[in-house]
């Protein structure tokens, strides 16, 4: 059997690029939060907020290395796969690394030591500018990376001609047509990550009693930004998806398995979709619903997979599946801010085992949600490298072959996997020890580490492992 050099290399490029795209977007949300406990450390002088960041910076710091070890061979992989992408796109795609580079790392580095070991060794309002700078500098990087992106899958300010493409425009190449409504995905996405895993690790700590006034204040704060990050992120995602109906109408037409040009398309909830037969089994739907969210017209017309010839259709299995699984978290995340928002009353949100517990569960989903959404977006381009005006086959390198491109990939998921083990164990170890592991004044002021785990109606942890309530 010939192995196909184009799907191993875009299997290789989906795997660093997932394996990736965790740490930013952790990374991103985590930084904002650290500077804002140095900002509320600063203001008020209590200690607990100092500790409390100084905890999370331990995590961010090994979250930061991660994703800068794992990120760097992307630009490796634009050359030795894809290096006919790379000199056409060249006069575009290389200046926004550059940028991003010159920008983003350089800062980022340069406040970073500051950030991990400069406490006490510099005055307090260097170290929260050192936070600012460093949560700066990963809005960047995303600005620029996203601009990269997003003007492949919908490309302005630039003319293909020789095959390079030439930059005729600066603002309109940048600022493309699809960027504001993806930059605004992410860096929500970024806050409600950071969001969820700074509340389920509080949730897990208050379940055995730990640091309970700490971490109740990390947990009542993340609250606060979900309510406001999770219905936000489903208006962001309606403009996202009007503009991709606009831009891509087939990767919405793969996202919603509709096959046939339709009016007053049906929203499928279930479906499995055939690629050979060019239909859907086992549908179940909801009448025109798909047209009033996509057009903001029950009877609007939608464009089918058939419009294009079969070879430009992406897998829609996958993209019809990746979009539900993330929409269907986003619902889940909606959920919990409204049960947050309902425990407010009676001070319930941090006593209630059941709701903790959801919250621990529920840390790990941003991260699914976020490989779904670039796999939505990603394989709902294919086979547009450039959309519409580079294909993927021709944007391979000309003298890859199939076992280089396997060697490689078995190589990538060695390391990556070595890589990935040793910093959760490292992560594990941080969390284990929690924030009574940061050693700092005796003086909290009104936040006491309590002498029994959940003074006074909190939470009890009877034998068996169970949590629950009593006042």
């Given at each position: 059997?010939?192995?196909?050099?184009l799907?191993?290399?875009r299997?290789q490029?989906?795997?660093?690029?997932?394996?990736?795209?965790?740490?930013?977007?952790?990374?991103?949300g985590?930084?904002?939060f650290i500077?804002?406990l140095e900002?509320?450390?600063?203001?008020?002088?209590?200690a607990?907020?100092?500790?409390?960041?100084q905890?999370?910076?331990?995590?961010?710091?090994?979250?930061?290395?991660?994703?800068?070890?794992?990120?760097i061979?992307?630009?490796?992989?634009?050359?030795t796969?894809?290096?006919?992408?790379?000199?056409?796109?060249a006069?575009?795609?290389?200046?926004m690394l550059?940028?991003?580079?010159?920008?983003?790392f350089f800062?980022e580095a340069?406040f970073?030591?500051?950030?991990l070991?400069?406490?006490?060794?510099?005055?307090p309002?260097?170290?929260?500018?050192?936070?600012?700078?460093?949560?700066?500098?990963?809005f960047?990087?995303?600005?620029?990376?996203?601009?990269?992106?997003?003007?492949?899958?919908?490309?302005a300010?630039?003319?293909?001609?020789d095959?390079?493409f030439?930059?005729?425009?600066w603002?309109?190449?940048?600022?493309n047509?699809?960027?504001?409504?993806?930059?605004?995905?992410m860096?929500?996405a970024?806050?409600?990550?950071?969001?969820?895993?700074v509340?389920?690790v509080?949730?897990?700590?208050?379940?055995?009693?730990?640091?309970?006034?700490?971490?109740?204040?990390?947990?009542s704060?993340?609250?606060?930004?979900?309510?406001i990050g999770?219905?936000a992120q489903a208006?962001?995602?309606?403009?996202?998806?009007?503009?991709?109906?606009e831009?891509?109408?087939?990767?919405?037409?793969?996202i919603?398995?509709?096959?046939?040009?339709?009016?007053?398309?049906?929203?499928?909830?279930f479906a499995?979709?055939d690629?050979?037969?060019?239909?859907?089994?086992?549908?179940?739907?909801i009448?025109?619903?798909?047209?009033?969210?996509?057009t903001?017209?029950p009877n609007?017309?939608?464009?089918g997979?058939k419009?294009v010839?079969p070879?430009?259709?992406?897998?829609?299995?996958?993209?019809?599946?990746?979009?539900?699984i993330?929409?269907?978290?986003g619902l889940?995340m909606?959920g919990?801010a409204?049960?947050g928002?309902?425990l407010?009353?009676?001070?319930?949100?941090?006593?209630q085992?059941w709701f903790?517990?959801?919250?621990?569960?529920m840390?790990?989903?941003?991260?699914?949600?976020v490989?779904c959404?670039?796999?939505?977006?990603?394989?709902?381009?294919?086979?547009?490298?450039v959309?519409e005006?580079?294909?993927q086959?021709?944007?391979?390198?000309?003298?890859?072959?199939?076992?280089?491109?396997?060697?490689?990939l078995?190589?990538?998921?060695?390391v990556?996997?070595?890589?990935?083990?040793?910093?959760?164990?490292?992560?594990?170890?941080?969390?284990?020890?929690?924030?009574e592991?940061?050693?700092g004044?005796?003086?909290?002021?009104d936040?006491?580490?309590?002498?029994?785990?959940?003074?006074?109606?909190?939470v009890?942890?009877?034998?068996?492992?169970?949590?629950?309530?009593?006042h």
């Amino acid at each position: 059997m010939e192995l196909d050099p184009l799907l191993l290399s875009r299997l290789q490029f989906a795997f660093v690029v997932c394996f990736h795209a965790i740490f930013p977007v952790f990374t991103i949300g985590l930084a904002t939060f650290i500077a804002f406990l140095e900002l509320l450390a600063f203001r008020t002088g209590n200690a607990a907020w100092t500790r409390l960041s100084q905890f999370w910076i331990q995590v961010f710091g090994v979250a930061f290395a991660m994703g800068v070890v794992s990120g760097i061979v992307m630009s490796f992989q634009f050359g030795t796969n894809w290096s006919n992408f790379s000199y056409a796109a060249a006069n575009f795609i290389g200046p926004m690394l550059s940028y991003e580079v010159v920008t983003a790392f350089f800062l980022e580095a340069a406040f970073l030591g500051v950030l991990l070991f400069g406490r006490n060794k510099v005055p307090p309002g260097m170290h929260l500018f050192s936070a600012c700078m460093v949560a700066l500098g990963t809005f960047i990087s995303a600005f620029w990376i996203l601009a990269a992106n997003s003007w492949m899958h919908t490309p302005a300010g630039t003319e293909l001609a020789d095959g390079v493409f030439g930059v005729t425009s600066w603002g309109q190449a940048i600022f493309n047509p699809s960027f504001p409504y993806r930059f605004a995905h992410m860096v929500v996405a970024s806050f409600l990550t950071g969001s969820f895993v700074v509340a389920g690790v509080s949730a897990w700590y208050l379940l055995r009693g730990r640091e309970v006034e700490t971490n109740r204040r990390a947990l009542s704060m993340c609250l606060w930004l979900i309510l406001i990050g999770a219905p936000a992120q489903a208006v962001i995602g309606d403009f996202h998806g009007l503009n991709t109906m606009e831009h891509q109408p087939i990767k919405i037409a793969a996202i919603e398995g509709n096959w046939e040009t339709v009016r007053g398309m049906p929203l499928l909830l279930f479906a499995i979709p055939d690629q050979e037969a060019e239909r859907n089994h086992f549908e179940i739907g909801i009448p025109k619903l798909g047209s009033l969210i996509l057009t903001h017209d029950p009877n609007g017309e939608i464009p089918g997979l058939k419009t294009v010839a079969p070879e430009e259709r992406p897998p829609v299995w996958i993209v019809f599946w990746a979009f539900r699984i993330m929409v269907g978290i986003g619902l889940l995340m909606i959920g919990c801010a409204l049960a947050g928002l309902v425990l407010r009353k009676g001070d319930r949100y941090w006593r209630q085992p059941w709701f903790l517990n959801t919250l621990r569960l529920m840390a790990f989903t941003p991260f699914v949600a976020v490989l779904c959404g670039w796999v939505v977006t990603e394989v709902g381009r294919f086979p547009w490298l450039v959309y519409e005006q580079m294909n993927q086959l021709d944007g391979l390198t000309p003298s890859l072959t199939g076992p280089m491109v396997l060697f490689t990939l078995l190589g990538y998921i060695t390391v990556y996997a070595a890589i990935f083990s040793a910093g959760i164990y490292y992560l594990m170890r941080v969390l284990r020890a929690g924030v009574e592991s940061i050693t700092g004044p005796d003086d909290v002021h009104d936040i006491e580490r309590p002498k029994r785990p959940l003074s006074a109606s909190h939470v009890r942890i009877e034998e068996g492992g169970e949590p629950h309530a009593w006042h």
